[in-house]
């Protein structure tokens, strides 16, 4: 029977490359100048960003999007924090969603099963996996959840006839 699974992944090495050119373009940036402004990534896909005001962090925030676009990785997977500002120095923590939460994998499979087509969807962790008699039922599933909007970026992958 053909599958596939739907999946939320970022990847970690174009997103450390993201990173590593909007920190170059801070330090290049005339409005930067003399400000201690920088991204860094922990091991738990949280990112810090620092700099000395909150419309600074924001003009940080839209660097590192436009980077992100043009390596590839969709925006929808960060989700910022609160900006803190302690003393001269203001910081935010965006996390970097990897894996579909299980209310919003509910949400999909709710839209698959309305959608009445004839496939099987299971939710398993942090993934779905959606199998089909024919491939053409499987790539309508794809088409109805490219058309809707979840919140997440989802991909495809794991198909297999």
Do not use: C
């Not at 860094?40 to 990112?47: G, M």
């Not at 996390?95 to 994998?105: L, P, S």
């Not at 779905?128 to 008699?133: E, M, P, Y």
Request: charged share 30%; no cysteine.
């Amino acid at each position: 029977m053909p599958s596939f699974d739907i999946v939320s992944e970022v990847d970690m090495h174009e997103l450390n490359n993201a990173l590593d050119q909007s920190n170059r373009e801070v330090g290049t940036r005339f409005d930067f100048k003399g400000i201690d402004a920088s991204f860094e990534l922990d091991n738990d896909s949280n990112i810090k960003v620092s700099a000395e005001a909150d419309f600074q962090i924001q003009q940080m925030l839209e660097m590192l999007r436009s980077k992100m676009v043009k390596r590839g990785i969709d925006t929808k997977s960060l989700k910022e924090g609160d900006v803190q500002l302690v003393g001269q120095k203001a910081s935010m923590i965006v996390t970097v969603q990897q894996g579909i939460e299980a209310d919003i994998a509910r949400k999909i499979v709710k839209a698959v099963k309305e959608a009445k087509l004839k496939v099987q969807t299971a939710i398993q962790g942090d993934k779905l996996r959606v199998t089909g008699k024919k491939r053409d039922d499987l790539q309508q599933v794809m088409a109805l959840l490219k058309e809707g909007s979840y919140g997440v970026p989802l991909q495809y992958d794991n198909f297999r006839d």
